[in-house]
């Protein structure tokens, strides 16, 4: 688990410096956004701290690192209960579109999740039984939201919408829910 978190992390780390290396040897200076995101879903919630690297005036590069708590409740139809929690982070590409005095975003993501997620259901003859699964969850999505300034200050405020499919592309145990998944993501970044 503490090598899966370190390679998380020094990923991060590699890329935010190929980010800052690239922006030097370029003449434009585009912005650079650290925040935190609280991403909201029907089974689960994820608290992400972010990085958002422009590359251009209406592109950007987002990288996220957090935790994923899901409890899955009644959605499951593998089995009765399902509730676990993990970390993991995202890659992401977003387009701006200014209007008002914000901004319009579309983007196309890529979580991965390490997750351990505890289960029961009920066995032969009725009889209740229960275990835990290890998954390491692929998941591509879509967002689209707005952004708008905080006067006075070098930060923004968003809220996004996404799309996308939880796909349990590694596991270990016995078989969890996977599939389709809407969000609501309530996001904080100031310009550094």
């Known amino acids: 688990m503490k090598t899966r978190f370190g ?8 890329l935010c410096g190929t980010m800052s290396v690239a922006q030097d040897s370029t ?3 585009y912005p650079v956004y650290l925040g935190v995101s609280v991403q909201f879903y029907p089974a689960g919630v994820i608290p992400t701290i972010n990085l958002e690297h422009a ?4 592109s950007s590069v987002l990288l996220r690192l957090g935790g994923n708590f899901v409890d899955r409740k009644d959605f499951s139809d593998v089995n009765i209960t399902e509730e ?15 209007s008002g005095k914000g901004k319009f975003i579309a983007g196309l993501n890529l979580d991965i999740w390490s997750l351990n997620i505890d289960w029961t259901d009920i066995g ?32 923004q405020l968003g809220l996004t919408l996404g799309f996308g499919r939880e796909i349990n592309a590694i596991t270990s145990g016995a078989e969890v829910e996977q599939g389709f998944i809407g969000s609501v993501s309530l996001q904080y970044q100031f310009s550094l």
Do not use: C, M
Request: avoid cysteine; glycine fraction near 12%; charged fraction near 15%.
């Open 7 to 14: 390679l998380l992390f020094l990923l991060w780390f590699s």
């Open 27 to 29: 003449s434009a200076h």
């Open 55 to 58: 590359i251009s005036e209406k």
């Open 84 to 98: 676990g929690e993990g970390f993991g982070g995202s890659v992401g590409f977003r387009r701006h579109f200014p």
């Open 124 to 155: 032969p003859a009725d009889a209740p039984i229960s275990g835990s699964t290890y998954t390491l969850v692929l998941q591509p999505w879509l967002e689209g939201g707005y952004f708008l300034p905080i006067k006075n200050t070098r930060s």
